[in-house]
């Protein structure tokens, strides 16, 4: 009797807090395809706001150079964490150090790590630009990567690098077709993880891009837009932001079944 | 010999972090030992000054409201998805996946989204506004946007998920056993969680707590839009001493400030679990 009364508290519980996760974004998707394009009337179904974003020159190259700024951060974090993964691993003496180094871009804090390299730049008198927010962002790319790559070498299996080596093969060799095959799925999806926390990053972005508006990238474009309230557009590219986001988190459950957190 | 090889491996990643993380973050702790220049630059010259401004009462203020905030989300946000974990480890355990992942989808989509999703929902030409018009309420409501609460629920609504994850993960090993004894010894439903269920899951809240303290304390993103251009938080203050006021020593020192105090507040949640697993290991349930 008072179990069942329990269990309804407690579906309860999970009701109001689906409720309070999900309303906020279920109204600006829908708000997205509101003709009259204002929150407080519904005036008919409309994609014609969306037509309007794609012809909006600003979002448009915003797009572009975060597109860059994922694509070419993720690849170079890929390949040195997928490196320092296994590294790691393999090294019997468990350094310290070294351990500290890789988990301190997770939890130092955005503004931090994002002023720093901004002295550190300015001092050294880089140019700001796309450049220096890939770099920026291969920081904690790279230790997010080597997290997802480390947690599959858990359940790898040595035995087969030494069978390889016993049989002659060289470091590399083995290397490349016994150790890499193996660990594909988690590189891809620590590959897509990264391309899909460097597409959504703003503070380290806002700071290490510089002035000019070339290097606006779609994050900085958003937060200067959501600055002067709401506007049908925005809703229409947060809508198009959350979809994105869906789409990548999707390709990499499928992926790396256990990978991410949550699963 | 094994380590000469991995060093092939590690090298480059080291190199990056050690360029590009390592180096900054020991600058701006040596900027906060400088002066700052007559015209915003910095004079090389040792001074203790920059931390002796971080207790001006004006800086102190805003230090101790960021706290304030910071630990009253924390405070919303762990006893809501303790709740919200407690919730979802009670239901049958086939389901409890789907449900987790669900509870922390929302985490994945963009920050600033996120927090604009809020700004639809508060403004004063917003949908909780047109709600209570539709309903006949034609009153002067409360201005909700732009207000220390709002800051307060967009801090809870960003990083609920988070404690949801880490209270989930202790509540999920919880051996059902235990309850059944402490029921079997006469101990109410209630009495068993209270003095039962809730000691040894306490830690997973503990860790989900101290994380949205520290990211919340630090945070100037949401401050800046759900709080108004005149809300100041901690990240709002040192935001402003690189991008405006251009005292970068000053905004090094608060920067410093803000990683000293997360480093204590995981440095006592490392030692409080440490404490906490040594007798915890017997309630868990064996193949846990």
């Known amino acids: 009797m008072a179990d069942r009364r329990t269990f309804r508290l407690m579906l309860l519980i999970l009701g ?14 829908g708000l997205s395809f509101n003709a009259g394009g204002m929150p407080t009337a519904w005036t008919g179904f409309s994609l014609k706001w969306y037509g309007a974003l794609f012809a909006n020159q600003d979002i448009l190259r915003a797009a572009g150079n975060t597109l860059i700024v994922g694509l070419v951060s993720a690849a170079i974090s890929t ?53 220096t927010v890939i770099m920026a962002h291969v920081v904690f790319n790279l230790a ?39 660990l594909a799925p988690a590189i891809i999806a620590g590959g897509l993880l990264a391309f899909t926390l460097s597409v959504d990053e703003f503070i380290i972005a806002f700071f290490t891009a510089g002035a000019q508006r070339a290097s606006i990238t779609l994050p900085m474009q958003i937060y200067g837009m959501i600055r002067f309230g709401v506007t049908p557009e925005i809703n229409v590219l947060a809508t198009l932001v959350i979809g994105f986001s869906l789409v990548t988190l999707a390709l990499s459950q499928r992926l790396n079944r256990g990978g991410l957190p949550g699963q | 010999m094994q380590d000469r090889k991995t060093l092939i491996l590690i090298a480059p990643a080291f190199a990056w972090l050690t360029a590009f993380m390592v180096v900054p973050c020991l600058l701006i702790l040596a900027l906060a030992f400088f002066r700052r220049g007559i015209y915003g630059g910095i004079d090389y010259e040792f001074t203790f000054e ?74 004063r030409e917003g949908l909780i506004v047109g709600i209570a018009r539709a309903l006949g309420f034609d009153g002067e409501l409360p201005q909700m946007l732009y207000t220390e609460g709002a800051v307060v629920l967009g801090l809870v609504y960003n990083y609920l998920p988070f404690v949801i994850l880490a209270a989930y993960a202790p509540l999920s090993r919880l051996n059902p056993e235990i309850a059944e004894a402490s029921r079997d010894l006469g101990a109410g439903g209630w009495t068993t969680f209270r003095r039962v269920i809730l000691p040894i899951t306490l830690p997973g809240v503990a860790t989900g707590f101290i994380f949205v303290f520290v990211l919340s ?23 402003a001493q690189f991008l405006t006021a251009n005292d970068w ?22 030692y409080a679990n440490e404490h906490a697993s040594t007798g915890r290991q017997s309630t868990e349930r064996a193949d846990g």
Not at chain 1, 101 to 120: N, Q, R, T, Y
Not at chain 1, 144 to 165: G, N, P
Not at chain 2, 94 to 113: E, K, T
Request: proline share 4%; with cysteine.
């Open chain 1, 16 to 29: 109001l807090v689906f409720a309070f996760l999900y309303i906020p974004i279920s109204v600006l998707v």
């Open chain 1, 79 to 131: 390949v040195l964490g997928t490196l320092l993964a296994i590294g790691v691993e393999i090294r019997r003496r468990k350094g310290s150090v070294l351990e500290t180094l890789i988990f301190a871009p997770m939890v130092i804090p955005d503004i931090v790590l994002a002023i720093a390299l901004l002295s550190f730049f300015s001092l050294l008198d880089v140019r700001l630009g796309l450049h």
């Open chain 1, 144 to 182: 997010y990567v080597c997290a997802v790559v480390r947690a599959r070498l858990k359940s790898f299996d040595w035995s087969i690098v030494e069978a390889s080596t016993d049989l002659g093969a060289s470091t590399l060799t083995t290397l490349r077709r016994v150790v890499l095959p193996v």
């Open chain 2, 50 to 123: 920059n931390f002796g401004m971080v207790f001006d009462p004006l800086y102190a203020r805003i230090f101790l409201k960021s706290a304030w905030i910071a630990g009253l989300a924390a405070l919303i946000a762990s006893v809501v998805g303790y709740a919200a974990a407690y919730a979802i480890a009670s239901m049958p355990r086939h389901r409890q996946p789907a449900l987790l992942f669900f509870a922390i989808l929302p985490f994945w989509s963009n920050y600033l989204v996120r927090t604009y999703a809020w700004i639809v929902l508060l403004n």
């Open chain 2, 217 to 239: 304390i630090g945070n100037f993103v949401t401050p800046a839009l759900l709080g108004g251009g005149q809300f100041q938080m901690i990240g709002n203050l040192v935001y």
């Open chain 2, 249 to 270: 020593p000053f905004g090094s020192a608060l920067s410093m400030v803000l990683i000293a105090v997360m480093l204590v507040l995981l440095t006592l949640q490392t």
